[in-house]
Nanobody, 128 residues
Framework: QVQLVESGGGLVQAGGSLRLSCAASGRTFSRTAMGWFRQAPGKEREFVATIKWSGGTTYYADSVKGRFTISRDYAENSVYLQMNSLTPEDTAVYYC?????????????????????WGQGTQVTVSS
């Protein structure tokens, strides 16, 4: 079993920054990647970013490319999402997710159903 715990959400003004953290515990040794998704009210959960645990290759949604940075820390068994130049359109609950399967494509990383474990989510609200 795997547990994912997010932190770092909050209220920020447009143009500001936030850093989300996700601490993983449990049977995490077989993971392929960890990522972030978000879900705004009335909308489907959408891909934000993913990082391959081995090698550190990163993938981003077009909507956040150049503004958000995903990173990982082996020692802390954690993944982070640095969010800069935030806009009200970034307001959502942000979820950390863990992808186990060794079978992957760039497209599969963008699909929520391909991830095996999820955190409880952390609210990010950007005011205009």
């Amino acid at each position: 079993q795997v547990q994912l715990v997010e932190s770092g959400g909050g209220l920020v003004q447009a143009g500001g920054s936030l850093r989300l953290s996700c601490a993983a515990s449990g049977r995490t040794f077989s993971r392929t990647a960890m990522g972030w998704f978000r879900q705004a009210p009335g909308k489907e959960r959408e891909f934000v970013a993913t990082i391959k645990w081995s090698g550190g290759t990163t993938y981003y949604a077009d909507s956040v490319k150049g503004r958000f940075t995903i990173s990982r820390d082996y020692a802390e068994n954690s993944v982070y999402l640095q969010m800069n130049s935030l806009t009200p359109e970034d307001t959502a609950v942000y979820y950390c997710a863990l992808y186990i399967s060794p079978l992957w494509t760039v497209s599969s990383f963008r699909v929520a159903d391909r991830y095996d474990y999820w955190g409880q989510g952390t609210q990010v609200t950007v005011s205009s």
